[in-house]
């Protein structure tokens, strides 16, 4: 009787040993079993869900992935995006990786200066439209996905960054106004070289937590305040658009937490650069919105470290 009980013994506490430990939840790899689950959220657009095989939370924060591509390519399952997509899902979180509507594909103006400005700005609602409804389909079903929808995270690249971080500040704008956001909310957004619309309307009501990636250099998406793809004022395309270090100085005025990172030499590759740092960006979203930490951070990126 004593052997026996001596053997359970040391079998359930092999078992506690290996499980993991909630308390590095969110902020670390601690799972190794995820799944992923692919739906049909409206007419031909898909997302990817990624979670814990057999979560035993009830409700987790879920994060949507947001691809860049310049709204003409790029996929929800690229190779960045599925990786990034996993790790995340391994760290505890809920994970939604979108297909947009590419408004731009096969156009000859593509989303440059050419393309005319009015446009631009209807591509860039238009991906928002399509987020929102992916967001009613999994708020819609959320016996199934088991979401905490107070703790939304929005994140994008590029494309995809314009598309986030429009959606989170421009909500109530003139040009926003009619887009369905309903009872949706979102915790916080983060942004690999995005870029708002219109500065104006971040504001007390409608400023949440941003994280941001940008390079100085980036020539498509200005980094501060300056024309999109810089084109003159004379351009079909011209639009002028407030970088990662604008709407970061705007959230300090407004006393809301920021992180932003700036690269001095760096070009539009901090788009694609951040879907390797999940530790940075685990951190970020774990202390500030899971936690609720006060946090104004400007720090100085290098794209080899």
Known sequence: MLLRTLLFSCTFFVLISCA??????????????????????????????????????????LLIVVHGGGFSVGKRDNSTEVNFSRTMAKMGYAVASLSYRLTRRGKATGFGCDCPTQEKIKTI???????????HFIKNKNDQ??????????IGS???????????????SDLYWDLNYGDLE??????????LLELDN???????????????????????VAPHHYCPKDAPGYLK?????????????????????????????????PFSRTDTIASFINDVIIEGQFLQINRTLKATK
């Open 241 to 273: 658009l407030y970088g990662s270090k604008a709407i970061a100085d705007k959230l300090r005025e407004l006393d809301m937490s920021y992180n932003l990172g700036t690269d001095p030499e760096g070009t539009h590759q901090w788009a694609g650069i």
């Open 186 to 195: 979102f915790a916080g957004v983060i942004s690999f070289a995005g870029a």
């Open 20 to 61: 993991p430990k909630d308390d590095n939840r969110y902020s670390e790899v601690i799972f190794k079993q995820i799944q992923k689950q692919t739906f049909i959220y409206t007419d031909t657009l898909k997302l990817d869900f990624y979670d814990i095989k057999n979560d035993p939370l009830d409700k987790r924060p």
């Open 125 to 135: 609602r238009m991906s928002g439209e399509d987020i929102l409804a992916a967001l």
């Open 158 to 172: 590029s494309a995809g960054a314009e598309a986030v971080v429009n959606l989170a500040y421009m909500r109530g």
């Open 145 to 154: 996905f088991r979401v905490d929808f107070d703790r939304v995270v929005l």
């Open 202 to 224: 971040l504001k007390a009501e409608n400023a949440i937590p941003g994280m941001f990636f940008h390079g100085i250099k980036d020539q498509l998406v200005p980094y501060d």
